[in-house]
């Protein structure tokens, strides 16, 4: 497609509950972006993917986040055992080199 | 750490008008960018506006302009002729060459244009 694309674009879970969520890149973009953002608030990194591996996994909150890339394309980010604090919107983008990350629309998190 | 400060919540302007958003960041590198993103309702984060540090003239993009101080660290947003599609919610990001490829953003600015 022409743009960043995410899937669900909304995800209601239970509390304790595993979910993933999917990002396509725009084709040819080499490097991809996982942030969250809480309610009313900007965006926190989370973790970098350059081709299929990650030199920067700080922003990830605990262990219970994970990520992976694979095709250098596809990118999937992984919450285990949900908690309510987990609760926020997840934006994936992507760029090429050096050059402004694009955005998908992201998937609202929300944990009952 | 870098640090993204958008000291102003809201903000409200007349369609037709000028308003300008404010943006200032903590940083001990020479070579970053700095961007401006806008988010409607819709979520997308879509690029309105980038600056390059090292370029002392401040970019333009049709009615949006910055105003770029470098040593002040200091990089407002001007929108002129504002127009109802301009409400939504500005984010200022910093992004620095030398520490990694994460933007770092401000907590936002909400903008409501009034006819």
């Known amino acids: 497609g022409a743009g960043v694309s995410q899937s669900p674009s909304n995800k209601v879970t239970e509390k304790g509950k595993d979910v993933e969520l999917r990002c396509d890149p725009i084709?040819?973009?080499?490097?991809l972006y996982w942030y969250r953002q809480r309610l009313g608030q900007g965006l926190e990194f989370l973790i970098y993917?350059?081709?299929?591996?990650?030199?920067?996994k700080s922003g990830l909150p605990s262990d219970r986040f994970s990520a992976e890339r694979t095709g250098e394309s596809v990118s999937t980010l992984t919450i285990q055992r949900t908690q309510q604090e987990d609760s926020a919107v997840y934006l994936c983008a992507s760029s090429f080199r050096n050059q402004p990350q694009h955005f998908g629309d992201g998937t609202r998190l929300s944990i009952l | 750490a870098q640090t993204v400060t958008q000291s102003q919540p809201e903000m409200s302007v007349q369609e037709a008008e000028t308003v300008t958003l404010s943006c200032t960041y903590d940083?001990?590198?020479?070579?970053?960018?700095l961007f401006w993103y806008k988010q409607p309702p819709s979520r997308q984060m879509i690029l309105v506006i980038r600056q390059e540090a090292y370029k002392q003239q401040n970019a333009t993009e049709n009615r949006f302009s910055v105003n770029f101080q470098k040593a002040a660290k200091s990089f407002s947003l001007k929108i002129s002729d504002s127009q109802l599609g301009d409400a939504a919610m500005y984010f200022c990001a910093y992004h620095g060459l030398n520490s990694g490829y994460a933007l770092n953003f401000g907590k936002g600015t909400s903008l409501l244009v009034t006819p």
């Open positions: 084709s040819g973009h080499t490097a």
């Open positions: 993917f350059q081709g299929n591996s990650a030199p920067d």
């Open positions: 940083t001990s590198e020479s070579d970053y960018y």
